[in-house]
């Protein structure tokens, strides 16, 4: 299994911004290559809901390019959990769209042991009867007009997801979208990897 590795500054430097940021979630990217962090990069986020949501600000999305440029990459989003674990929500799932990136997730559920763990959430668009399985099974309304549920390993799946679920290996997350009239509009399967994170000292 692949490792993220954190030096020891980028890693109190996540706990530093998160509780910089307490109560509202804050965001940034983590540069590097291989798995390996290099430097931190602080954003701003963007999102209307800050206690319990995040939306990275484009202008540090973009750099990315620039670390391609010189042989490195987005190696991990992170983000903060102000009062919860440190596991993506439905909400986080919806908004996973670097497949290849770690997510990195920092709880602050107690002050004074902060949790820090490694992510990957790959999205699907399988074909199939979202209706059906939203009738039968008690989806939660995460936020307005946006639905998930959670399946975890190990658990039994329900006949309704089992043809949505195909090819897809629990846990996971199912999240749609409805519109203004309450039809779904977008829906996927969101898979759900942890990586373990390795901090390493002196660096």
């Known amino acids: 299994m692949s490792i ?3 030096p020891r500054t980028v890693h109190d430097g ?16 983590l540069r590097g290559r291989d798995g390996r962090a290099t430097r931190l990069y602080r954003a701003r986020n963007l999102a209307e809901d800050r206690i319990d949501n995040y939306d990275v600000d484009p202008q540090t999305l973009l750099k990315q390019f620039e670390f391609e440029e010189a042989g490195d990459e987005m190696v ?24 290849e990136t770690y997510y990195l ?12 763990r490694a992510f990957r959430m790959e999205p699907q ?3 199939g009867d979202i209706d059906a399985a939203r009738k039968a099974i008690p989806f939660q309304e995460v936020r307005p007009g946006l639905f998930g549920y959670y399946q975890a390993a190990g658990a039994r799946v329900p006949k309704e997801l089992a043809e949505l679920l195909a090819g897809t ?16 509009d977008d829906f996927r399967i969101v898979g759900v990897s942890e990586f373990p994170v390795q901090v390493l000292e002196g660096l």
């Open 169 to 184: 290996a629990p846990p996971l997350y199912t999240v749609f979208a409805v519109d203004q009239s309450g039809v779904v």
């Open 14 to 29: 996540i706990i530093a911004h998160a509780r910089e940021g307490k109560p509202e979630e804050i965001c940034g990217i």
């Open 105 to 116: 997730i920092c709880s602050l559920e107690y002050d004074d042991a902060p949790v820090l």
């Open 76 to 99: 991990a989003i992170y983000h903060s959990h102000p009062v919860s674990v440190a596991y993506p929500s439905a909400t986080d799932a919806w908004n996973a769209h670097y497949p």
């Open 4 to 6: 993220v590795h954190l």
């Open 125 to 127: 668009w399988p074909a």
